[in-house]
């Protein structure tokens, strides 16, 4: 089983990469694949061009207002865990698990635990998690992402991102996640080039992911892009450099 990461500051093009990694895997054959979207903003199933499935605090959230009404000889874990069948929405070639809402004002740190101890369970059932990070430095300080093989820092050329992007991965091993391999990827989604000198780069080696109209078009009109073409040059991208990683 092999664990993908993807984080960086939130209007990055996290999702993006998400997806289109996503469906590199799948048009190689290498599944099955369990999509997590941990951002509590989600949508990575739009990407994906399916439905939005029932979340996990969702779930949570209704088995916490039945109380005493669980069923005979079952406890609030025992449930949930049966239940998470739930919020694990079964497409074809990859199975999705949304993370969903904060519980409350701020509070995201029951779902994150829940998250960690289901993604232990279900590590087995699959031979890649994806896993597109919440925005920002929270999953990391709360440990969510760990254990990866890869971890995606996905960054704009500008030096705010670029900044944000340095932060998630010194805090990543300040913290000891046990990630494998850490890559920065540029994204140049509104057609900005890169001015860059890449000695000045906090990590390498790295790959920048081209503009691609039809994505962006397909993403302005709420469409997914599992059905681009073979020759879109961002999935071209995308494949060749994770192709490329999971053969070394």
């Known amino acids: ?41 989600s949508n990575l199933n739009e990407m994906l061009g399916i439905s939005r499935p029932e979340d996990l605090v969702s779930v949570v959230d209704k088995i916490e207002k039945m109380k005493g009404s669980l069923p005979a000889g079952m406890d609030k874990v025992q449930y949930l865990e049966f239940k998470l069948r739930d919020a694990i929405s079964e497409n074809k070639g990859f199975d999705i698990l949304l993370m969903g809402r904060t519980e409350g004002p701020g509070c995201y740190c029951y779902a994150n635990n829940l998250l960690r101890d289901i993604l232990d369970k279900l590590e087995k059932n699959y031979s890649f998690i994806i896993m597109d990070s919440e925005a920002g430095f929270e999953h990391i300080s709360r440990r969510t992402s760990r254990n990866f093989d890869i971890l995606f820092i996905v960054s704009l050329s500008d030096k705010t991102s670029l900044r944000s992007a340095e932060r998630i991965y010194q805090m990543s091993k300040e913290i000891d996640l046990n990630i494998k391999q850490s890559y920065l990827v540029l994204n140049e989604f509104r057609k900005i080039s890169s001015q860059q000198n890449t000695s000045s780069f906090f990590l390498n080696p790295f790959f920048t992911l081209p503009f691609d109209e039809e994505i962006l078009n397909r993403s302005y009109e709420g469409k997914g892009i599992m059905d681009i073409s073979e020759e879109s040059i961002a999935y071209k991208t995308v494949k060749e450099n994770l192709l490329s990683l999971l053969s070394d």
């Open 1 to 41: 089983m092999i664990k993908i990461g993807i984080a960086g500051k939130g209007g990055v093009g996290k999702t993006t990469l998400s997806a289109l990694v996503i469906l590199t895997l799948l048009r190689s054959g290498k599944k099955p694949i369990l999509a997590v979207d941990a951002d509590s903003n």
